[in-house]
Structure formats: C-alpha cells, structure tokens
C-alpha cells in the first residue's frame, strides 16, 4: 500500500519584527504562504493544513487567501497568543490520517521538489527525517505519523517541538542549499535571502 503524506504549514506567527504579515511577504511574484502552498501541491501533497493568525485572515487580507484556497485542504485560524506548539498541535490534528507529515514554517518558501523528494526517500515510519547544511539544522522536517499521534495527545500548549523530537530516533539528510536553514523574520532577513 502507497504510503501517505501531509504538510502542515505554521503561518499562526505575529511578523512582529517584519512590520508586515510575513506570510504575505513577496517571492517571486506570490506570496510566501502561496508559494510553499503551491510547491507541495504540485510534489503531489495533496493533504495540507495552514494554521494562520486569525488576524491575517480576514478583511484587506481574504483575497490573499483566496489565492492559497486551491492548493490545500483546510486553513485553520488560530490566536497567536496560543503560541507556535498550539498552531502545530491545531495542524497535526487535521493530517492524522497520513503515515508522514511534513512541518513547514511560512518563513522559509524555499521548499521546492527536490527537497520534498529527499525526505520522502528517507522518511523513517518510528522516528523523523531532518535536513542539514554543513551539519546545521533546515527545514522542513518530515515526522512519521506515530510523531503526530504523539504530538497530537500532548495537553498544554508551552512544548518544545525540538524538545519532543529529541525522543524519538532520526535520520539526518545533508543537502547543499544553504536556504534550508532560513527564518526570514525582519526586513534584514528578509533582504539577504530574497534579494
């Protein structure tokens, strides 16, 4: 039987230090949330879940969204208060049914096929893959469902995922693209990856 994947994309952030809803942020002509939401669609991802601040879900930013709607199978709206282990937990949740999920921050729209490839083709069905470039830790991360189940029965919404990670068995993919290891969160950032 084929095994299954699902993405679960983290957008529930505040772009506190971007002055600028980050997941809008431009790349290549769409947003950074289209573009990532795009990119696994078209690696045959079909099953994904957007976890977004409520705040950037409406009024001058629904056409935006709008635009997201084809690519992915539910947008979850979340209070960014909760914290980023609560918009994972919201995530996981929708993408239990999958045997591999990957966890995909907004801030890096740097994902592409190849990227998605390799760590389908290292996936490890007890533990998670995750990538490296020049022994420093990328993303995304692609963790086995008995992760999810794991990470879905946890109450509480003050967790580590690097915490919980740390528990279970991985395996390590060395890639040469520097970009696995971006967090575009300022303007600074934001410049040096995309221009």
Not at 4 to 31: C, D, H, Q, W
Not at 144 to 167: F, K, V
């Amino acid at each position: 039987m084929e095994e299954t994947y699902g993405v679960v994309i983290l957008a529930g952030g505040k772009s506190e230090r971007m002055n600028f809803p980050k997941v809008f942020s431009n790349f290549s002509g769409k947003t950074f949330l289209e573009t990532i939401a795009e990119t696994y669609f078209n690696a045959d991802i079909k099953n994904s879940c957007v976890v977004i601040n409520e705040k950037f879900s409406e009024g001058c930013w629904e056409e935006k969204i709008r635009l997201v709607r084809p690519f992915v199978s539910s947008i979850i709206k979340t209070d960014s208060n909760l914290g980023r282990f609560n918009s994972l937990k919201l995530g996981i949740n929708k993408l239990l049914s999958s045997d591999f999920v990957f966890i995909q921050n907004v801030d890096n729209p740097f994902v592409d096929k190849g990227i998605i490839q390799s760590l389908q083709k290292n996936r490890y069905s007890i533990g998670y893959t995750q990538l490296f470039y020049q022994g420093r830790k990328g993303h995304p991360v692609l963790i086995s469902n008995r992760i999810a189940c794991h990470l879905n029965s946890i109450q509480g919404s003050e967790n580590n995922l690097r915490d919980i990670l740390s528990e279970f068995p991985k395996i390590d993919v060395e890639v040469d693209d520097k970009r696995v290891l971006a967090n575009i969160n300022t303007k600074e950032d934001y410049e040096e990856y995309i221009f």
